[in-house]
């Protein structure tokens, strides 16, 4: 079994796409920690409710980055984690937590990469006016949104589209595709 940690840092929509599939069995994983760098987001609820051990912390409570990567290292190599599920998570990775954990990062982004990276690639597209946008599943580089590209669905933008019906149609698919980018990488990497 695959031993998973999920980092975000809000309402934790795709841990509980996750968490869900694990219950399932639909993935041969189990989420053994949730991290949350935004102490009070509606992640925790969700990892309290699933009876997932939180790690919760202020980043500037630490003196550096690397000095809250090394602590997240340590708390991941206690819980055996296997593959770091970036869900939300607002934050670049750093050195630290990238050398340890190369290969076994994976992140979601509400576009089709490379288009629209960073932040706000919903607003961004919508303000480009394009017909299509997606999502993407990458494992994680020290480039933002850079790495390489593990799965991809393209979202259709239909002219009357707000903003906020777009930013739906994207979640269900995030939901979706993570879990399945998710279990492919657990298929290819662990020989399951």
Known sequence: MTNIA?????????????????G???LDAQIVLAVCDKP????????EKAQIPLFS????????????????VEKLKEKQVDLIVLAGYMRLIGPTLLQEFEGRMMNIHPSLLPAFP????IGQAFDAKVKVTGVTVHLVDAGMDTGPILAQEPVRIDEADTQEEIEKKIRNVEHQLYPAAIKQWITTTQGV
């Open 6 to 22: 999920v980092f975000a840092s809000g309402n934790g929509s795709n841990f509980q796409a996750v968490a869900d599939a694990c």
């Open 24 to 26: 399932k069995k639909e």
């Open 40 to 47: 009070g987001a509606y992640v925790e609820k969700r990892a």
């Open 57 to 72: 912390f202020s980043p500037k409570s630490y003196e550096s980055k690397q000095a809250f990567e090394q602590e997240l």
């Open 118 to 121: 960073g932040l706000d690639a």
